[in-house]
């Protein structure tokens, strides 16, 4: 009986430490959203482009909570270069933000400033084109910095704290690490990993890959 036993508990101790070694893995495998180049508008500039008391026609959710792509598109033009058809993201905001690739700021003509979104102090002004009129902003053309997005409690099960800044792995044929990948925690988050369609290519990554945070 006290073989018996002692097998028990063995077993038990081993299916708990494997339930909870597949709960720490899961919680460390943190999903990408790859981003392509768009734009987020004033009112103000929203009016400008597309008529007096115009509002964003929502054409999907996006997966961060209260964001959404919208039917509404612009042209960026810059001193050597336009590009067209640039999808406007939702809802507005109180200033106007235009984020691009870096290979767009060759085409464009446009020294390339990379920053987290909000953060629009010294960089590029650009030319926006609508169907009713065009903006010219003094600032507010940027790269995006790579970041994470997550809760306060994910921060907390991830063992890091809104603005540090880590590294990133992704295990595959032409993964790697990236650093310099900015967290940010709050509320009205949730857990995603955000880059740009460049930053994705070069690893092989898709709307399926999985990341994880290196320290």
Partial sequence: MDNFE??????????ESNGKKAVEENLSEIP???????????????????????ELVKFKDLSQPGQYACKEVVTICGPK????????????RSKTQVEVLAGDCIKLGAVPHIRLSGELS??????LVGPKGSVQIEEGLVVAQRHIHMTPEDAKNLGVCDGDVVSIKFDDLRGGVYSNVAIRANDA???????????????????????????
């Fill in 189 to 215: 988050s949730k857990l995603e990993c955000h880059l740009d369609i460049e930053e994705a290519n070069a690893m092989g990554m898709n709307s399926n890959s999985k990341i994880t945070i290196v320290k």
């Fill in 81 to 92: 270069g336009a590009i067209e058809k640039v999808r406007i993201l939702g809802p507005v």
């Fill in 32 to 54: 990408v959203g790859i981003s392509n180049r768009h734009v987020h508008l004033s009112q103000k500039d929203l009016e400008c482009l597309f008529g007096k008391d115009h």
């Fill in 122 to 127: 010294r960089t590029p002004g650009i030319t």
């Fill in 6 to 15: 002692s097998v028990l508990k063995l077993l038990l101790e081993t299916v």
